[in-house]
């Protein structure tokens, strides 16, 4: 790696440089688009992100479960630069090629299931979970779409409705798109008769939810986020996604798995379903895809994927040739480099770790998560009342001394952890230091 793996913090964070440009930003561009942390970043590999003030930060986000390859992996800028200078864009629609054909290979042999399947490339996740959502509609011939409490599943129209969360996603957006439904989610750490009965009560809520005010013959799609990402990184308890989908498949719904923030070995699997064996009909990808190059997919049952017509799925960017290499390196260097296995050691080594400072720090109140996708709720001390004062304290905190984390949560108190899964192990404990001297503080 090229960029020195070490945390180096050389002035205040934001520093002047960074507040210069920031300045310039909120000129330039509407304060609707916000900041995790407004350092302006100049280059970044492996698990830190330097600013232009210097600063080397210890990254525990990835751009959002992006980079889970690093920055600027080896191996996607050499196939990226090698494809620039080839060609950049004929439209997939227009005249193909072949790496996008390789990508949607790729997918239908990794994705969960030995079945049969078909690929279609897209540019972002909301749009992977609109195209689910089209494709899931024409070859059932029914409207109605069903998703869960603390989903998220983007910001287009579609997909904001499909979000649970009101604030910052939805607030003066509406009117939303019809037949969207919201049913109970399996969240062991708030389900009110405790975690033992919240798999077996939830499923029964949510299928009962579905029968009574929609109709299960009705339903087109079940869209799920087999852990919650933005609503908290909440893992459904253990055997709610085999009965909703073993529901799915009694009532000829399309099961939908949103792994866009799970999938390409985030969790110690390549996809989050594999850890309950469960098989969705379909699966839309996208953030760890392609290294950071707009890249997204639907992967799913080639008999529901082909009764779309002819010319019914695209657009002019899907599958862009950049993205494609991108992707196919992104997936070579997930298996050279074994990812999934450096996905269950991160685990391993932040889990202890967390659980311990539960132990010590009253603040914490739950610790959750697999692999690499990580997250601690935040409580008053006592109850399990959310507490996002203690949340935006710990945060500042990490941010002082050089450790980039994020937040997420419907109550806006989880930090939530999503290293790139290349992270230098000794960036990990650092990180895990500074971590846990911000909660001391707290
Ligand atoms: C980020 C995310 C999306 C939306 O992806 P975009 O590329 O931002 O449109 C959809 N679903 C989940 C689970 C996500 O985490």
């Given at each position: 790696m090229s960029i020195p793996q070490e945390r180096r913090v050389v002035?205040?964070?934001?520093g002047p440089k960074s507040q210069e440009l920031l300045a310039r930003k909120q000129a330039a561009v509407p304060?609707?688009?916000?900041?995790?942390?407004?350092i302006f970043i100049t280059r970044a590999g492996g698990g830190v992100v330097e600013d232009a003030d210097g600063n080397s930060l210890i990254d525990f986000g990835s751009g959002i479960a992006v980079t889970s390859v690093g920055n600027s992996a080896p191996k996607v800028v050499e196939s990226v630069r090698k494809q620039v200078a080839d060609?950049?864009?004929?439209?997939f629609m227009v005249t193909p090629y072949e790496s996008y054909v390789r990508v949607a290979e790729k997918l239908n042999e990794l994705t969960p299931g030995d079945h049969e399947k078909r690929t279609v490339l897209l540019n972002t996740g909301a749009e992977a979970v609109e195209n689910a959502v089209k494709i899931a509609r024409s070859a059932t011939g029914r409207q109605a779409v069903i998703v869960f409490d603390h989903g998220y599943h983007g910001r287009t129209l579609l997909t904001m409705t499909m979000?649970?969360?009101?604030?910052?996603?939805?607030?003066?957006?509406?009117p939303y798109a019809p037949e969207v439904y919201r049913v109970p989610l399996a969240y062991p750490f708030r389900w009110p008769t405790g975690p033992e009965n919240c798999a077996e009560e939830a499923a029964a809520q949510a299928i009962d939810m579905i029968g009574k005010q929609v109709g299960a013959q009705n339903v087109a799609a079940v869209i799920i986020e087999p852990i919650a990402g933005e609503g908290g990184f909440i893992e459904p308890a253990k055997g709610f996604l085999p009965r909703i989908a073993e529901f799915c498949r009694e009532n000829g719904i399309v099961f939908v798995a949103?792994?866009?923030?799970?999938?390409?070995?985030?969790?110690?699997?390549?996809?989050?379903?594999?850890d309950e064996g469960v098989v969705p009909d379909l699966i839309a990808t996208a953030k760890?895809?392609?290294?950071?190059l707009p890249l997204a997919a639907v992967t799913g049952r080639a008999e529901i994927m082909d009764k779309?017509?002819?010319?019914g799925l695209g657009g002019?960017?899907?599958?862009n040739p950049l993205a494609c290499e991108a992707a196919l390196a992104v997936m070579e260097t997930i298996e050279e480099e074994d990812l999934v296995a450096k996905a269950r050691r991160i685990g391993e080594i932040m889990l202890p770790r967390l659980h311990a400072m539960r132990e010590r720090f009253e603040v914490i109140g739950d610790v959750r998560g697999r692999g690499a996708m990580i997250a601690v709720e935040l409580v008053r001390p006592g109850t399990k009342e959310p507490n996002p004062a203690a949340l935006a304290e710990v945060v500042r905190r990490c941010h002082a001394e050089g450790l980039l984390v994020l937040t997420a949560g419907t109550y806006g108190n989880v930090l939530r952890f999503l290293p790139?899964?290349?992270?230098?192990e000794h960036l990990l404990e650092e990180g895990l230091g500074i971590l846990e001297k911000a909660f001391a503080a707290v």
């Open positions: 002035t205040a964070i934001p304060p609707g688009i916000a900041h995790a942390l407004p060609f950049t864009h004929t439209c979000t649970a969360k009101n604030l910052p996603y939805k607030q003066g957006f509406g949103d792994e866009v923030q799970t999938g390409f070995a985030r969790t110690g699997h390549l996809f989050a379903c594999e760890g895809i392609a290294g950071g779309v017509h002819i010319g002019t960017y899907g599958g790139p899964l290349v992270m230098p």
